[in-house]
């Protein structure tokens, strides 16, 4: 019997593991796109609120996969050259990691996301 418990309790470790690490990594996608949204919003007359909540929806924040990434990093692109600023993807890419790693600096000094 002891050695069930063992394993139970050894795969609610492991879903706990599992669901922090997620969550982590939702609340850092989160808070880069947040900062993505403000960087866009100074560089444009763009609605900052609106631009907030198109890049901040849960589709965005949730799912981390290329397409979704590549459809984000595309839609700001080309709603930069709609106000004439033209930056290659590597330019934006460049932009996104720098953002990722601000916000990943951030969590880990326990600065809550505005």
């Known amino acids: 019997m002891a050695i069930l418990e063992t394993f139970h309790a050894k795969g609610l470790t492991s879903q706990a593991a599992y669901r922090s690490r997620d969550e982590a990594a939702f609340w850092v996608r989160a808070h880069r ?57 590597a330019e934006l890419k460049d932009v996104c990691r720098r953002f990722e790693q601000q916000a990943l600096l951030e969590q880990g000094e326990g600065v809550p996301a505005p």
């Open 33 to 89: 796109n947040r900062l993505l949204a403000g960087w866009v919003c100074d560089l444009t007359d763009e609605d900052s609120q609106n631009y907030l909540r198109l890049l901040l929806d849960a589709d965005f924040a949730r799912v981390s996969t290329s397409a979704t990434e590549g459809f984000l990093m595309l839609k700001i692109r080309n709603d930069l050259m709609g106000f004439g600023i033209f930056l290659s993807p």
